[in-house]
């Protein structure tokens, strides 16, 4: 942001200020000049002259000419016609750079043009001239952009024109980087870099994907705007998503464009989707998720218990045995993708807890392990799965199934039987309901399903005491 100077005592102050952090890694040369620019009387370092009448400042003799501090006021950002204010910050150009350094800002110098103009001739005999522009820091290159004419005043006017944009918005270099880069490409790379530390959760890892297939992942990332976003958001809402669903859309490309902006040094522009996030929760084209309340019912349960049962492969090896899956899942209150990986030399049956690895966490998964009580009933369905024909005795999992392929069983199933909304992770809430049925409490639950929050299950604390009768598994 250009800085305001509006005369010779605020100027002091200032740059004693940023001058003050940078003596100790100076130069001895350049240690006193900062001391003498920043001292806090005049001597040697002003000399005088008659009192500017518009201002009301002492003028200063300066070794530059007005173009000169006309230039070096657009490298620094502060307004030229303080010419006594500016002087004093640029008097001797190491204390310019300085200054600029203090802001972060590329260097370049006062008066200096930063492109060559180089002729070549084409197959026809015509001669054209290439501007090339190279911006340097510490001595390495960090921007580089070329444009050729056929004529060498046109490159010349642009490389002049170009120069004055980088001196006066430097951000712009990155941004002509990054120009042709699309959502698409952002979310690629960030998939690639997350998953090369951990695998992405499922949900995140399906979202993500699913944008790369959205007209939104061939927007140009950088100058995206707030009506861009909007509009996809628009379009997903006619296509029949729901609020909760897009306003996820816009939570997954929040994370990917704050990656690209911090971790990338890609200008993207961090207001245009919290902007388009404001004005679509404001419209209510987007929602917070529904608190989901389904569970089967005893009726559902038999029908669904009874064909797995019937249908239950026999003499197959790797056919996951479903009605002992369902129950699994209820009276351990796990997902799909833990029961599938819950490793038998976890299970403690004499302290009755098993070891559950990678929970699910917003913090992320790897390394999360936490020990689940094992209810009589979740023990007594594990003691039948591991009874199981053709069931290898050192076989290292309690359900060395595919969780997707199991899923995809249960979908089907779910139609055949006409069955409606009703998804495996339901069984989850299920099994927590019949514990708060029986009288277990908050913490007591906890031990089960492993919620790090006890808000989490406030959902089951109202639920009626448990009634006769009740489905369970052996029935």
């Given amino acids: 942001m250009p800085v305001t100077i509006s005369g010779i005592t605020e100027a002091k102050a200032l740059l004693a200020q940023l001058t003050g952090q940078m003596r100790e890694g100076a130069t001895p040369a350049l240690q006193h000049r900062l001391t003498r620019y920043s001292s806090p009387d005049d001597s040697g370092a002003w000399a005088r002259r008659p009192t500017d009448r518009a201002s009301g400042q002492p003028q200063v003799a300066h070794p530059f000419g007005g173009m000169g501090l006309r230039v070096v006021a657009r490298v620094l950002g502060v307004p030229a016609c303080r010419y006594s204010a500016l002087f004093f910050l640029i008097r001797n150009y190491s204390v310019a750079k300085c200054y600029a350094v203090a802001l972060q800002r590329p260097v370049l110098a006062p008066g200096r043009s930063m492109a060559t103009i180089s002729a070549r001739k084409r197959g026809d005999g015509t001669t054209v001239y290439t501007a090339q522009i190279r911006l340097k820091k510490a001595g390495v290159v960090w921007h580089s952009e070329a444009k050729t004419f056929n004529r060498r005043a046109?490159?010349?006017?642009?490389?002049?024109?170009?120069?004055?944009?980088?001196?006066?918005?430097?951000?712009?270099?990155?941004?002509?980087?990054h120009a042709g880069l699309t959502v698409g490409d952002l979310i690629r790379s960030y998939i690639k870099a997350r998953e090369a530390i951990e695998p992405l959760g499922r949900t995140k890892g399906d979202h993500l994907r699913f944008l790369l297939g959205q007209p939104i992942a061939g927007e140009l990332a950088v100058g995206l705007t707030a009506a861009r976003v909007v509009a996809h958001v628009q379009a997903r809402r006619e296509g029949g998503a729901g609020g909760a669903t897009v306003s996820n859309d816009l939570t997954w490309l929040r994370v990917v464009f704050k990656y690209a902006r911090l971790a990338l040094g890609i200008a993207v522009d961090p207001l245009a989707l919290a902007d388009a996030t404001d004005i679509s929760r404001s419209e209510r084209m987007i929602s917070r998720p529904i608190r989901r309340k389904r569970r089967p019912s005893d009726d559902e349960l038999t029908r669904i218990d009874a064909w797995f049962r019937a249908h239950r492969p026999s003499g197959r090896v790797g056919s996951a045995p479903m009605d002992l899956v369902m129950w699994a899942a209820i009276y351990s209150c796990r997902r799909l993708s833990e029961l599938c990986r819950m490793r038998m030399s976890d299970y403690d049956r004499e302290h009755r807890v098993w070891l559950i690895r990678d929970l699910k966490h917003p913090g992320g998964s790897a390394g999360h392990d936490a020990e689940m009580l094992v209810t009589e009933r979740f023990a007594t369905v594990v003691e039948a799965i591991l009874a199981l024909p053709g069931r290898k005795l050192d076989e290292p999992l309690m359900l060395p199934f595919d969780p997707r392929t199991v899923s995809a069983r249960w979908t089907r199933t779910m139609h055949v039987l006409g069955i409606e909304d009703l998804h495996f992770h339901d069984l989850r809430r299920c099994g927590a309901s019949r514990?708060?049925?029986?009288?277990?409490?908050?913490?007591?639950?906890?031990?089960?399903?492993?919620?790090?929050?006890?808000?989490?299950?406030?959902?089951?604390?109202?639920?009626?005491?448990?009634?006769?009768g009740r489905v369970e598994w052996g029935d």
């Fill in 154 to 177: 046109a490159a010349k006017a642009w490389a002049l024109e170009r120069e004055d944009q980088l001196r006066s918005d430097p951000e712009s270099a990155k941004r002509a980087d």
């Fill in 435 to 468: 514990l708060a049925e029986d009288g277990w409490t908050i913490p007591e639950i906890q031990r089960v399903t492993l919620h790090d929050s006890w808000s989490s299950l406030q959902i089951y604390v109202n639920v009626p005491a448990r009634k006769t």
